[in-house]
């Protein structure tokens, strides 16, 4: 791995400053292996400034939805010896795209299903789409089914 000189590297304190986040919450991104500091003489974290964008990266993929360890699996996958280029991130952000459009759908279904319950005001299991879509509830017995499944298995 290239060795970034000690100028260009940032402490933990400006890592912070610069990416907006606070101290704890990359010490957990440490611990979790989405960032890796250098250490110098001294103990001291140290960050590549490409710890930057992959600060900015984990963000995004947490507004996406992606879990720390399907985070991690995408940050594997890009080079720690240099900064990524615009190539290795087009790359990463292709393989959300499936994803991406599948919520876009779900939550553009959830928007006109749920303006039309708004609208009847129900709620009911019996008859509502959005909570029992053609009343699948109904086999499981009378009353309250899915919170007592829950309770039975807790």
Do not use: K
Not at 127 to 134: F, M, Q, R, V, Y
Not at 137 to 143: C, F, H, R, V
């Amino acid at each position: 791995m290239t060795q970034d000189p000690p100028s260009r590297l940032l402490s933990i304190g400006e890592l912070a400053g610069r990416s907006g986040l606070a101290h704890s919450a990359l010490r957990y991104y440490e611990r979790h292996g989405l960032i890796g500091p250098v250490r110098n003489a001294t103990n001291q974290r140290l960050y590549r400034r490409s710890d930057l964008r992959r600060l900015a990266f984990i963000r995004s993929a947490q507004r996406v939805g992606l879990s720390l360890a399907e985070i991690g699996e995408a940050l594997a996958s890009l080079p720690r010896s240099r900064t990524p280029t615009a190539e290795d991130w087009r790359t990463l952000s292709e393989s959300w795209r499936p994803r991406l459009d599948q919520q876009i759908r779900r939550l553009t279904e959830l928007r006109d299903r749920l303006d039309s319950c708004i609208g009847c005001g129900c709620l009911s299991l019996t008859s509502c789409g959005l909570s029992n879509p053609d009343d699948r509830a109904a086999e499981l017995g009378s009353g309250a089914v899915y919170l007592a499944r829950r309770v039975q298995r807790d």
